[in-house]
């Protein structure tokens, strides 16, 4: 009887110890306490307010993949859809999802469902630069300025072409002459 009485206690006392098996993930800690590298996932087309700018209805599906690239999605029973989705997991930044749908009638864009919230280049790779580096951006233009200040480029003669290095050999025309 004693034995069965510590049996249960034994047993009771386990039910509240904490789980400690390898399939144990909360959140995103392993174990409680070991934070897991996880890989970036990018699936799909980064498509910016100034690209969606560029596309018009009545553009060419040829056009219009210029500006975008290929659809992620073509679906052959709806060939009048085409879906632009962005999907990125990266750490430390937040996850984002986009989908962005063109219908096409023939091959003219008659419209476009895309959210309202599309980020603007800088602001796309702003939210995901997980390195925030201070500083100022570095100048890539000259002012008119700065460019009357350079020194005018140096003309230099036509080069002849140079002389030929070891025989030179004089061959047949590849043709027969008539």
Known sequence: MAGLVVGLLALGGCSQMPKFDALSVSGDK?????TPYRVEIVQGNVVTKE????VKPGMTRVQV???LGSPLLTDVFHESRWDYVFTIR???AAPQN????LTFDGDQLSKIDAPDDLPTEKEF???????KVTG??????????????LPPPVRTAAASAPEP????RDYPPLEPRR
């Open 90 to 92: 990266r750490q430390g």
């Open 65 to 67: 993949r210029d500006v």
């Open 51 to 54: 690209q969606l700018a560029a």
């Open 125 to 131: 790779i702003a939210s995901i630069n997980t390195l």
């Open 165 to 168: 290095m070891g025989p030179t």
């Open 30 to 34: 392993v174990l409680g306490l070991v």
């Open 136 to 149: 100022k951006e570095p100048k890539l233009e000259l002012t008119e300025e700065e460019r009357k200040a």
């Open 98 to 101: 986009r989908h962005i749908l």
